[in-house]
């Protein structure tokens, strides 16, 4: 459990940079948006819209997004290597190969790389289904979709990066997104709702 929440802080702390440059600009850009279409606010829908921001620049961050650090002056790298074509020599297009991982993983480090993988591939991406949900709803084929898609630009981007690229990702990232559309599901159902409330142009609510 160390090992999980250390890892969690170290990308919490790799992530802040990016959210302090990027989440105003979203912040500016949703006000002017709101203004220019005449949307009613909705407290709770801007607060979920901003938290689905948020945690998807958490994920860039871990997955694509390359390290900040002042420490010496501004600098900007991948660890591990550079940033190009010459990365891409480790990936793996066989489904199931996680599976030997798993095995190694409890033979030899007693599971304890297994909980960071599954941490990585299948748990980061629940969060981004269950408040896309909350915030959007739909059916869970456009989430498998919609899952599946922005999993596999992740991967096609990771062959640039002095990273692994696997499919065994794809399919681990798309089921924890699918499994965040079923909590979000869940919730909704347990608040009396089966899908949230659209968004109406303020004169029209105000015409009622």
Known sequence: M????????S?????????IVFFPLYIAARA???????RRVRFWREIGLSALCLYTIFVLTVTVLPEVSTKYGLNIYYPGGGFGAHNATSWNLVPGNFLNYVGNSLQYYGGAALYVSLLGNVCL?????????????????KYLA????????????????????DIDDVI????????????????????????????KPAEQENSK
């Open 32 to 38: 002017v948006w709101l203004k220019v279409c005449r």
């Open 125 to 141: 991406f629940v969060p981004l289904g269950l408040l896309a949900v909350l915030c959007y709803g739909g059916a869970w084929w």
């Open 146 to 165: 919609a899952g599946a898609a922005f999993s596999i630009c992740i991967e096609m981007f990771q062959l640039l990066l002095p990273r692994a690229t």
């Open 11 to 19: 990308y919490i702390l790799q992530a802040l940079p990016y959210i």
């Open 2 to 9: 160390k090992m999980v929440l250390d890892t969690l802080w």
């Open 172 to 199: 681990c990232n798309t089921a924890g997104i699918l499994l965040g559309y079923l909590l979000g599901r869940l919730c909704l159902r347990l608040s009396g709702r089966k899908k949230p409330a659209p968004q």
